[in-house]
């Protein structure tokens, strides 16, 4: 082959090289971006899961865990409870109350709800500015006896 041959197939074979490396980052860039949007999603539907499930917490234990309504038994088995039971962070659901609600209800009957329904607020975190203190719930009566 010419001088003129070779430098015509290493032109070539530059340029398929710079096509097949643009191509590669191309891809690179593509895989990032899908990356960063999938990563972002789990935080955003667990904002949604809080949000939810607050909505349910407020909606079925306000006779339980609200201020000024009297002191209401907890049972295991009601609606709240499952509520409280079925919540994916209740921690979160702290979090989440806003500001009026904080003014209608009582963190303190709140944590305890979480507790009877065995989804305890963890002791010496902080829900919503109230530092959960350890609760030890009352041994159930033996069975039997009621």
């Not at 191309?26 to 809080?50: E, K, N, T």
């Not at 909606?59 to 919540?87: D, M, T």
Request: glycine share 6%; proline share 6%; charged share 15%.
């Amino acid at each position: 082959p010419s001088g003129v041959e070779l430098l015509h197939k290493t032109h070539t074979d530059n340029t398929i090289s710079h096509k097949k490396m643009t191509s590669v980052k191309a891809i690179g860039v593509l895989c990032f971006l899908v990356f960063v949007a999938l990563s972002s999603y789990p935080h955003r539907a667990q904002a949604d899961h809080c949000a939810a499930d607050k909505s349910k917490v407020m909606r079925e234990c306000w006779r339980n865990i609200g201020k000024n309504v009297g002191e209401h038994p907890l049972l295991h088995g009601s609606v709240c409870c499952q509520v409280i039971r079925a919540a994916t962070d209740i921690h979160c659901v702290c979090d989440k109350f806003t500001t009026d609600e904080l003014a209608r209800i009582s963190l303190a009957k709140f944590a305890m709800a979480t507790h009877v329904c065995g989804n305890g607020l963890r002791a010496h975190t902080h829900c919503a500015g109230y530092t959960v203190p350890v609760i030890t719930l009352p041994a159930p009566p033996p069975p039997g006896s009621t």
